[in-house]
């Protein structure tokens, strides 16, 4: 499959129940791959990503969730969560909740655009895969989780917990950068450590699996590539930053007062 091929792929038709009404979960992660943008003109710098993505979950169903269709199947089956997604300030935030809500009426796999694949994964029978995006054991300051790829049965309660904290929470964002709390890797992070306990058995892999380091020299994906153990490589490029603002310019360039 080309990259025309990929960045013509239309979105299939999926419909779900979106209830929390306690009925029994299936154990297998279903073989569908979710991923979402404004509309089906996906950017052709991340082709190769997305395509990736297909390349090692042959078989696999196709989900782009688009501005529109998200706002639809809200509506539909979330009553209660669709003022709060509607209503968001920032189109970022409605991506974040979309991702929970697909996990949690239809299971199956969810990436970021700009998520590369470089070997396949083995789902096996797990209800949950995540993987931490900063972890002690690497160096990291604190352990936190990724939200650029994870995997899930449909209806595990982490994906309904972090929708009912929404609904009580009603975030607003201030800046761009709140959003990774509100919505994002942040809140994730939280409500998981916060009821782990009360979650079924689940997968949570070290950051070397899914999240490891940012490549930045030409030798550093071969690396990858050989140690056997990493799955796929968030580029972060973070198209939902306003990246070129003159704050964020000053910021990089590290002007200003600097973050504690």
């Known amino acids: 499959m080309d990259n025309h091929d990929i960045l013509s792929m239309k979105p299939i038709s999926i419909v779900a129940e979106g209830r929390f009404d306690g009925q029994p979960r ?21 082709a190769h990503c997305i395509a990736s993505v297909r390349r090692f979950h042959p078989g696999w169903d196709y989900k782009l969730w688009t501005h529109d269709g998200s706002l639809a199947y ?24 979309m991702r929970y809500v697909a996990m949690h009426d239809i299971g199956g796999l969810y990436c970021d655009l700009d998520y590369e694949f470089i070997r396949p994964y ?26 650029c ?29 709140d959003i990774l709390n509100l919505t994002g890797p942040g809140l994730l992070t939280k409500i998981f450590f916060e009821n782990r306990h009360n979650y079924p058995p689940m997968t949570v892999q070290p950051r070397l699996v899914f999240s490891p380091y940012r490549m930045r020299g030409r030798h550093e994906r071969q690396t990858l590539l050989n140690n056997g153990v990493t799955i796929g490589i968030h580029h972060a490029f973070g ?16 002007f200003g007062k600097r973050a504690a």
């Open 74 to 97: 809200v509506r539909q089956h979330h009553p209660r969560l669709y003022p709060i997604f509607a209503g968001f300030n920032r189109e970022m935030m409605r991506c974040d909740l």
């Open 149 to 177: 790829m994870f995997a899930s049965a449909p209806g595990h309660p982490l994906w309904r917990d972090l929708i009912e904290y929404v609904i009580e929470s009603k975030p607003v964002s201030n800046t761009e950068r």
């Open 26 to 46: 299936p154990t297998k992660i279903p073989q569908i791959i979710h991923q979402a943008w404004t509309d089906e003109n996906l950017p052709k710098r991340w």
């Open 239 to 254: 198209s939902w930053k306003q990246r070129w603002k003159l704050s964020h310019i000053k910021r990089k360039l590290g």
């Open 122 to 147: 083995n789902y096996a029978d797990a209800d949950l895969v995540l993987g931490y995006e900063l972890e002690l054991a690497m160096g990291d300051w604190k352990e936190a989780l990724a939200s």
